[in-house]
């Protein structure tokens, strides 16, 4: 007797049977584990869900919202991503559940790049002792105070010159606004700022913006890793590793080995000084501590492209509204002459006063929400949250923008109307929702300083200048590009001198 029936060898058979055990073999590795957060049906293999994605998923992540809930998740590559959704939903993890959801995800190019040491990209005790250390000398160092405002306004006055050397020609000022915002960050990290036609300055600057740049390439590897073993570079990996080392070696590093060199006591106050006298400190007194030299290269580095990139991409922003709204444009320098005038610059005393100019950043800061999806958060270990079961190193994105531009809190989310931040008693009024900057233990570390900066900057550009698009009728389009913040396309602008 046969033990096979030999119509089962048949090539029809064979391939029907092939398919469906492929078939069965992918479900069962492609469906969600039951307890995960629902989501969009079933991942392909390798890829999961990233074919359904953009390269902005905004618009993807409301449409499951509506039909999975606040609580949703998806794979991106082999990797599960859960999607927080709505202020209640994002407030219980990132601030009642602060403890568990205040971890980042190991991802292939943030691990090598951070060494999971400094500011951003670490956790546990590393990330605490750092973050602690680093506000402790900020507020030292005077963010949010007046010592640190001069120097800003110091700043603005060069910035304001070069723009005037453009008398009032197209020109796109993206380049100009970070070089001057990272002066202030350098100011306060390294004690010096740099002219801004200083060749290796602008080689940092271009660098990072290089790697930026990038950012997709690497975020494929980051959900696929196995794409970074393909021969070549195809992802740029490889240069942005490459990128990362040479800012670090000679800027960062020289940076704090010559700090170094030079330290006492007594030296000049800048952030490196401070942390190297708070490292000595807790090492002479044989505590332990997660503070190292290397911690200080790379939370300094930290500091630098978050405090560069986040607050300028907004003063683009601001200037792009300016031109498609110049009715705001114009109600906001109306409100400048009258608090200030134009005889001498504006200084931080003067913002309780300038209440529409407050508005209007505000409106920015929801409208050009920069950070859209903040910066990824994960959990040590398994949790229980919102009846999911959410695994341990699953990655976490809380999804600012489904609070930024919610409907039901703001009743107009997509109109551009800095009105809906002043209160009947013509008081700025601060919503719940308005959370550009996150919230609970991994809020922005920056936000006062990149509070500070808006209104110096957005102020004194008002007083100094009218913005018009660079021909009458042609106004840039208000769209954006997502990369590491979601910033406006490149534009031109006109900055005319006020008479
Ligand atoms: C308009 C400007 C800015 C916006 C909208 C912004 C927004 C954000 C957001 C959404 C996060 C992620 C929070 C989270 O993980 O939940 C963040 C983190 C951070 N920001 Fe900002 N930021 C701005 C300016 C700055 C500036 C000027 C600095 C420089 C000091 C800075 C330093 C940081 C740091 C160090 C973190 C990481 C904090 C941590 O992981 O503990 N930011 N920011």
């Not at 740099?194 to 080689?203: G, N």
């Not at 003067?350 to 800061?365: C, F, G, I, Q, R």
């Amino acid at each position: 007797m046969a033990i096979l029936d030999s119509s089962l060898l048949d090539p029809t058979t064979l391939l029907v049977g092939g398919v469906l055990s492929l078939s069965m073999l992918w479900w069962l590795s492609t469906r969600r584990p039951s307890g995960l957060p629902p989501g969009p049906g079933p991942a392909l293999p390798v890829i999961g869900h990233l074919h359904l994605l953009s390269s902005d998923p905004r618009a993807t992540f409301r449409a499951w919202r509506r039909q999975y809930g606040d609580v949703f998740s998806l794979y991106m590559g082999g990797r599960l991503v859960v999607v927080l959704n709505g202020l209640p939903v994002i407030k219980e993890a990132l601030v009642k559940m602060a403890d568990v959801f205040s971890h980042r995800p190991h991802m292939f190019t943030s691990d090598r790049i951070s060494e999971s040491k400094g500011l951003v990209f670490s956790s546990g005790s590393v990330w605490k002792e750092n973050r602690k250390t680093a506000l402790e000398i900020l507020r030292e160092l005077g963010m949010g105070k007046n010592v640190l405002a001069e120097n800003i306004k110091e700043e603005i006055t060069h910035y304001i010159r070069a723009i005037e050397e453009h008398k009032g020609a197209p020109l796109d000022l993206s380049e100009l606004t970070t070089v001057s915002i990272s002066n202030n960050i350098c100011g306060i990290i390294f004690g010096k700022r740099f002219e801004y036609d200083d060749p290796l300055f602008l080689e940092y600057l271009n660098t990072v913006n290089q790697n930026l740049k990038f950012l997709n390439g690497t975020a494929a590897v980051n959900f696929l890793p196995f794409l970074d073993k393909l021969p070549g570079d195809l992802f740029n990996v490889k240069k942005v590793l490459n990128n990362v080392k040479f800012v670090e070696d000679s800027l960062l590093l020289s940076q704090v080995e010559g700090h170094q060199k030079v330290h006492s006591e007594h030296a000049e106050p800048d952030f490196i000084h401070s942390y190297l006298r708070q490292l000595n400190k807790q090492r002479d007194s044989g505590k332990d501590t997660s503070l190292s030299e290397r911690d200080l290269v790379k939370t300094t580095g930290d500091l630098f492209l978050a405090g560069t990139e986040t607050t300028s991409t907004t003063i683009a922003w601001a200037l792009l509204f300016f031109l498609h709204h110049p009715e705001v444009q114009d109600k906001c320098y109306k409100e400048l002459c009258d608090v200030i005038g134009t005889g001498r610059l504006p200084s931080m005393q003067d913002k309780p006063e300038m209440t529409y100019l407050e508005a209007t950043t505000m409106e920015v800061l929801r409208k050009g929400e920069i950070a859209p999806f903040a910066v990824q958060h994960s959990t040590p270990h398994d949790v229980t949250f919102q009846g999911y079961v959410i695994p341990q190193d699953a990655v976490i994105l809380p999804n600012l923008d489904s609070v930024l531009l919610d409907k039901e809190t703001w009743g107009d989310p997509d109109n551009f109307r800095p009105e809906r931040f002043i209160g009947l008693d013509g008081k700025i009024v601060k919503p719940e929702g308005f959370i550009p900057f996150s919230i609970g233990r991994r809020v922005c570390l920056g936000e006062s300083l990149a509070r500070m900066e808006l209104f110096l900057y957005l102020s004194t550009l008002i007083q100094r200048f009218r913005f018009l698009p660079p021909e009458q009728e042609t106004l840039p389009p208000l769209e954006g590009v997502m990369g590491i913040t979601y910033c406006p396309k490149s534009y031109k602008i006109r900055a005319i001198p006020r008479e």
